[in-house]
């Protein structure tokens, strides 16, 4: 970096050699008043020095910036790489009002994750709990695989469903069952796992587990394999990534 010098003023100590194409140093220390020309081969300046104002710089060439030091508020022009995971829970609807399902429809149909979830559900007749999924040609009322079952005391029972995802036992007027359904997309596979409890006896819990292949899933219903809802109440939550 070439150095301006009028004259000895601005310099200050002994044994410098000065030359035509600036200023070296051989010993002692130089102070100058002003300095000209690139900072480019200026090196290891103590952060303590560096004062002022930040230009407006572009941060686009900046790479492996450790988490740690990223700190402050996300402006609203925040976004990672595909979105952000959200998360959608319907309102409730209330399943005593002697329907047989109750229905979810216009579901986003590039969901790949979903919940249903119920609270104090009665039925009319003798009948499971069921959940079916359907796209715009209507629900698939057949297909399923589903392995259910239940264990209650001393008691235990196992069955193979096809009709839905039903579980293996009673949703009567005497059973008040909770529960959730959960749901996760594998390419046009839908895997389903199921766990309820009912209060109708000690201990009774009922689970089940199975899939079914379809394609742009966007409607849901939730019910009983016969006869009609009298308590109770149900909520979807669908998750988007």
């Known amino acids: 970096m070439a150095v301006t010098i009028s004259g000895t003023d601005g310099i200050v100590g002994a044994g410098f050699t000065v030359d035509a194409s600036g200023v070296s140093v051989t010993a002692g220390v130089g102070t100058f008043s002003s300095l000209q020309g690139s900072g480019a081969n200026l090196t290891a300046l103590p952060a303590?020095?560096?004062?002022?104002?930040?230009?407006?710089?572009?941060?686009?060439?900046?790479?492996?910036?450790?988490?740690?030091?990223?700190?402050?508020?996300?402006?609203?022009?925040?976004e990672r790489s595909g979105g952000f995971a959200t998360r959608t829970v319907s309102a409730e609807v209330d399943t005593s009002t002697g329907d047989q399902y109750y229905a979810f429809t216009g579901i986003d149909t590039t969901i790949k994750r979903f919940?249903?979830?119920f609270r104090s559900y009665s039925n009319t007749g003798a009948n499971d709990v069921r959940l079916q999924l359907g796209n715009s040609g209507g629900y698939a009322t057949s297909g399923y695989?589903?392995?259910?079952g239940y264990w209650r005391d001393n008691t235990s029972n196992k069955d193979y469903r096809q009709g839905g995802f039903d579980s293996s036992g009673l949703a009567s007027g005497s059973y008040f069952t909770s529960g959730r359904f959960s749901?996760?997309?594998?390419?046009?596979?839908?895997h389903c796992e199921g766990i309820f409890y009912t209060t109708s006896a000690s201990d009774h819990v009922f689970y089940l587990a199975g899939y079914l292949n379809i394609s742009d899933l966007d409607r849901v219903r939730f019910g009983g394999d016969g006869g009609a809802g009298d308590g109770g109440a149900v909520t979807l939550v669908t998750y988007s990534d």
Not at 63 to 77: D, F, K, Q
Not at 183 to 190: L, P, Q
Request: proline share 4%; with cysteine; glycine share 8%.
């Open 183 to 190: 749901c996760v997309k594998i390419n046009v596979r839908w």
């Open 115 to 117: 919940d249903v979830l």
């Open 145 to 148: 695989h589903c392995g259910a």
């Open 48 to 78: 303590a020095n560096l004062t002022g104002a930040l230009p407006a710089i572009s941060a686009a060439s900046c790479t492996s910036i450790p988490a740690a030091n990223i700190v402050g508020l996300a402006t609203a022009g925040f």
